[in-house]
C-alpha cells in the first residue's frame, strides 16, 4: 500500500464555456516525489491544480488519493484530507496578524488544538522557517510571506504540498532556502507539486514533471535527465529557437543619465545614489539585482514619474529631459514598460485598444485635437495581438481578463511596434512562458538592431545574459558600471548583486585618492 | 441640578438610534460591504415598529418587527449586490429612497397617532439613588440593549473565529475565498444583521424618542451612522463613543438658550458635521494606520472566479 502513489489522476476532464480548460488528463505523484507541472500560459496547469485542492469540481474522471476515491467539494475537504497548497498570489491578509492568517487557514478544531502560537513557532524553527506569530502580514515582505503560506501548510501535517509559482517574487538566496526545506520535507515522504516556469529551478529541484499542452497531458520525463531547451520545447511543441545575439557596432550614445541622485518617497524604498550610464543605439543594457535595490526607483526616475533635480541628469539624443514627464519623453521617442502590468502599465478595466492609446506617442498617435481614432487604435492592437501571438479573444476585452503572460507580451509589442528610440523595460517576461519569452526578446533584439537604445531592468540573469550586449548590476540604490556579457560570468555578477562590491568599490577609490 | 440631569439623560436617548445603526454598519462594512441605505433601513424599522406596536399594544412585538423590517431591508440589499453584482454605493443610495417612500406610504394612516411614554428601568433603591440612580439604572431597556450590543460586538469581532473569519473577509475576499471560506454567504449575514440593527435605531425613534410617526422622521441620523463608522475607524467601542458625543452636541444644541449659550442654534447643529470632517482628516493624515484600518475590499464587487 505504501508504494501506492498518493495522487493519481485519471482521465480529469474540465471545460469552461468555449474553453476546453483539461482534457484526459491522468498522471501520478508517488510519495516523497517532487513532481513538476510544466506547461504554457493557458496550458491548464491552474485549473487542474484548483480541481485538486477542491476550488474547481471536475467535469470528468476521477482523483484517488492513497488509494481511494478523492473528490474535494471545497478547499477544507482537500485540507482535511491533507493537500495543502501555497498560492502564487499568496492568500494573506495584510491587517491580520501572522497567528490569525494561520488560524485562517486551518480548520476550527486544528486551530483551537494546543498553543497554536507555540505550534507555529516550532514548525517554523524545525523547518528555517522563521516567522514571528504576532507581526502583521501587511509589514513582511514578500519572502517572508511566503514563509507564512508554507508554515501554515504544513501545521495540518500535509502528505501533498502544492506550491503555484513559487520562486517568482523570491530573491536567489530565498529561492535556495525553499528548495533546501522543500527537499527536507520531501525526505521526510510528503510529496510536492511544483508549478514553476523557471525551467532550470525544475531541473535541479525535481525528479519527475509532467507536461501540460492545451489542456492535455503531452509527455513526462526525468527533467534531471533533460536540457532546459529541450523541456521548454515539450512544452511548446515545436523547435525553440532562441533569439543569439549579434554583436554589431554600437552607435552614437541615446540614452545618458549622470550624476542622478533621487531620495525615495516610499517608508521603505531605497534612494538613488549618484546614478551614471550611458546606452549606445543598437545596445541593449542589463541591469541586474535583488528586488528592492532602487529598481523601482530607478524606473521612475528615467521615465518621468519622478522629475530629477536638474534636467541635465538625464539625456535623450543629447536633450536634457530630466524635467519632462512621462508624456513628454514618450513624445521624444522614449517608450517605456514598468513591472507592475495591471494598474501601471495597463488599465485593468478598458479594453486592449482603449490601452493602446494611452500610451500614444509619435510611433502610436491615437488622439488627435482630443479626438480617438477608434480605427486606427483598434489596427494598432490588432497588430500587435497579432505580432506578439496575444492569445484573447478581441481587441475589445479588458486587459484585466488576459492572463498576465499575456498581458505582457501585449504591453511590450504595444511599446516595441512604435519604433522608439529609447526604450526602457522592467521585468519584461516576468510570468511568461518560454516561447512566449523567446518572442519578446527576438522583438527586442530585432529593436536594438535597428538602432534603439534598450535597457532592461531585470532579476532573470539567464534573460539578461541572453539579450544584453553590457550589463551592469545596482544594489543599495548605487549601480555599477557597466561590462560587456561576454567578460562577465553569474558568479561576478551575484557578488556584486549581493552588494558587497560597493564596499570595495569604495575602498578602493579611497586608496586611489 | 436637573437641568443638567435632563440634559445627561437626553444624550442617551439622541445617542442610542447611532448605536443601533453604526454598530450594525460596522459589521456590514467588516465584511467587506458598503451599505448607504442606513437611512432608509432606519426609517422602515421606525414605521414597522410603530404600526406593529400600536396594533398589539405590545413594545417588545414592535421592537423585533422593527428589526424584521431593517433585517429584511439588508437582505434586499444583499440580494441586489452581492447576488445580482449590482453597485454597491447606487444601490445603497437607491435603497434609502425606498425605504423614504415606501414608509411614507405605509404611514399615512398613522399619522397623528401616538404611542404612551416608553417605560424606563426602575429597580427599587438603586435607581433612587439621586442623580447617579436614573442615570445609571434608570435608562430605557434599548439604551443598556444597545451599550450591550456594541460590546457583544467588540468581542465577537476580536475574540471569536467566526469574528475573525469576518474580518478576514472584509479584508481580502479572494483570500478568503482561496481558503474556502463562503464569502458572499458570510455578507450576507453581515448585511442582514446590518440592517436589523438600522431596523432597531429606527425603532427607538418612533417608539421612544418621539412617540409618534412622523414622515422622514430618521432625518439624516443614518447618513451620521454612517459617518461615525469611519470616524470610529471601524471599531466598536470608538462608536460607542462617537454616538454618545453627537448625541451630547445634538442635545446641547436643543438645550443652548436654557443654558445661556450664545451661539447661533444653527452654528450648533452643524458641529457634530464639523467635527467628524476634522476627525476624519486628522485620521486620514496617518495613511498606513487608515489603511490598516479600513476593509481593504469595502465597496469592491466579489467576483467569484472559480
Redesign the interface.
Known amino acids: 500500500m505504501s508504494d501506492a502513489p498518493i495522487l493519481q489522476l485519471k482521465n480529469i476532464t474540465k471545460t469552461y464555456p468555449g474553453v476546453i480548460a483539461n482534457e484526459n488528463v491522468s498522471f501520478s505523484i508517488a510519495r516523497g516525489e517532487i513532481h513538476a507541472l510544466l506547461g504554457e500560459n493557458g496550458a491548464g496547469k491552474s485549473t487542474l491544480v484548483k480541481m485538486i485542492y477542491g476550488v474547481v469540481k471536475p467535469d470528468g474522471g476521477e482523483m484517488l488519493f492513497n488509494g481511494e476515491p478523492y473528490a474535494p467539494a471545497k478547499p477544507f475537504e482537500a485540507r482535511a484530507k491533507g493537500v495543502g497548497m501555497v498560492f502564487q498570489h499568496f492568500s494573506l491578509f495584510e491587517a491580520l496578524s501572522v497567528r490569525d492568517n494561520i488560524a485562517l487557514g486551518l480548520s476550527a478544531a486544528e486551530a483551537k488544538k494546543g498553543d497554536l502560537k507555540k505550534r507555529i513557532v516550532e514548525v517554523s524553527t524545525t523547518y528555517g522557517l522563521k516567522v514571528d506569530p504576532d507581526r502583521l502580514v501587511g509589514t513582511l515582505s514578500v519572502g517572508e510571506r511566503q514563509r507564512v503560506e508554507i508554515v501554515r501548510c504544513l501545521l495540518t501535517e500535509p502528505k501533498l504540498l502544492i506550491m503555484d509559482e513559487p520562486t517568482s517574487v523570491l530573491t536567489p538566496q530565498e529561492v535556495k532556502v525553499l528548495f533546501e526545506t522543500l527537499r527536507r520535507l520531501a525526505s521526510e515522504g510528503v510529496s510536492i507539486l511544483y508549478i514553476s516556469h523557471k525551467l532550470d529551478e525544475i531541473r535541479t529541484l525535481c525528479s519527475r514533471a509532467t507536461v501540460l499542452r492545451g489542456g492535455k497531458v503531452v509527455g513526462s520525463c526525468d527533467p534531471r535527465q533533460e536540457t532546459a531547451r529541450g523541456l521548454a520545447e515539450m512544452m511548446i511543441g515545436q523547435t525553440l529557437s532562441t533569439p543569439t545575439r549579434e554583436t554589431g557596432e554600437p552607435g552614437e550614445i541615446r540614452l545618458k543619465v549622470q550624476e542622478l541622485f533621487m531620495e525615495s518617497d516610499e517608508q521603505f524604498g531605497v534612494d538613488l545614489e549618484n546614478i551614471t550610464f550611458a546606452v549606445r543605439a543598437g545596445e541593449i543594457l542589463g541591469i541586474a539585482g535583488v528586488a528592492g535595490n532602487g529598481q523601482t526607483e530607478l524606473m521612475e526616475a528615467l521615465i518621468g514619474e519622478r522629475r530629477s533635480r536638474h534636467a541635465r541628469h538625464i539625456q535623450i539624443d543629447g536633450i536634457d529631459i530630466g524635467h519632462e514627464g512621462p508624456r513628454q519623453r514618450r513624445a521624444r521617442g522614449m517608450c517605456f514598460a514598468p513591472e507592475e502590468r495591471l494598474g501601471h502599465a495597463a488599465v485593468p478595466g478598458m479594453s486592449l485598444w482603449e490601452n493602446a492609446i494611452l500610451c500614444s506617442g509619435p510611433g502610436a498617435d491615437f488622439a488627435r485635437g482630443g479626438f480617438v481614432r477608434h480605427r486606427a487604435a483598434t489596427r494598432y492592437a490588432d497588430k500587435v495581438v497579432a505580432d506578439l501571438n496575444v492569445k484573447t479573444a478581441s481587441v475589445r476585452s479588458a486587459a484585466r481578463s488576459l492572463s498576465g503572460g499575456n498581458l505582457q507580451k501585449f504591453i511590450m509589442g504595444r511599446e516595441i511596434l512604435q519604433q522608439p528610440k529609447v526604450l526602457i523595460a522592467s521585468q519584461p517576461t516576468w510570468g511568461v512562458d518560454a516561447g512566449a519569452a523567446a518572442a519578446i526578446h527576438r522583438v527586442l533584439l530585432d529593436l536594438a538592431k535597428s538602432g534603439a537604445a534598450v535597457l532592461i531592468i531585470s532579476q532573470d540573469l539567464d534573460e539578461l545574459f541572453t539579450i544584453s550586449t553590457r550589463i551592469s548590476v545596482i544594489a543599495g540604490g548605487y549601480l555599477f558600471p557597466s561590462q560587456p556579457t561576454e567578460e562577465l560570468t553569474v558568479e561576478k555578477l551575484g557578488l556584486a548583486m549581493g552588494g558587497r562590491v560597493k564596499e570595495i568599490a569604495s575602498a578602493k577609490e579611497a586608496t586611489h585618492v | 441640578m436637573d437641568l443638567v440631569l435632563n440634559i445627561l439623560l437626553g444624550v442617551a436617548v439622541a445617542a442610542t438610534p447611532l448605536v443601533f445603526a453604526s454598530i450594525g454598519e460596522l459589521i456590514t462594512e467588516r465584511s467587506g460591504v458598503l451599505n448607504l441605505g442606513v437611512e432608509g433601513m432606519m426609517v422602515m424599522g421606525a414605521i414597522a415598529a410603530f404600526a406593529a406596536t400600536l396594533a398589539s399594544g405590545s413594545y417588545v412585538v414592535g421592537i423585533v418587527a422593527g428589526a424584521a423590517a431593517g433585517a429584511a431591508m439588508g437582505a434586499l440589499f444583499g440580494l441586489l449586490t452581492l447576488s445580482l453584482m449590482s453597485n454597491q454605493v447606487a444601490t445603497g443610495l437607491a435603497l434609502t429612497l425606498f425605504g423614504l417612500g415606501l414608509s411614507a406610504l405605509i404611514g399615512q394612516q398613522f399619522a397623528g397617532a401616538s404611542l404612551p411614554q416608553f417605560p424606563r428601568v426602575n429597580i427599587p433603591v438603586l435607581t433612587a439613588i439621586p442623580f447617579i440612580g436614573p442615570l445609571i439604572f434608570g435608562q430605557d431597556a434599548l439604551v443598556y440593549l444597545s451599550i450591550a450590543l456594541v460590546l457583544g460586538v467588540g468581542w465577537f469581532l476580536t475574540k471569536t473565529?467566526a469574528g475573525?473569519?469576518l474580518?478576514?473577509t472584509g479584508?481580502?475576499h479572494?483570500?478568503?475565498h482561496?481558503?474556502?471560506?463562503p464569502v458572499i454567504g458570510i455578507r450576507y449575514l453581515a448585511v442582514t444583521f446590518g440592517g436589523a440593527c438600522a431596523g432597531l435605531g429606527g425603532a427607538y425613534l418612533s417608539l421612544v424618542q418621539t412617540p409618534l410617526w412622523v414622515e422622514r422622521m430618521t432625518a439624516g441620523r443614518g447618513w451620521i451612522a454612517l459617518a461615525l463608522v469611519v470616524f470610529a475607524s471601524w471599531k466598536p467601542l470608538r462608536v460607542l463613543g462617537g454616538a454618545y458625543l453627537f448625541g451630547g452636541i445634538t442635545i446641547l444644541q436643543l438645550h443652548s438658550q436654557a443654558l445661556g449659550l450664545k451661539i447661533d442654534a444653527q452654528i450648533l447643529s452643524m458641529l457634530p458635521y464639523l467635527a467628524t470632517i476634522v476627525v476624519l482628516v486628522v485620521i486620514s493624515r496617518d495613511a498606513?494606520r487608515m489603511?490598516?484600518?479600513a476593509?481593504?475590499c469595502l465597496g469592491k464587487v466579489f467576483y467569484a472566479t472559480?
Open positions: 473565529r475573525l473569519i474580518r478576514a479584508e481580502n479572494d483570500a478568503a482561496a481558503i474556502g471560506y498606513t489603511k490598516l484600518n476593509p481593504s472559480s
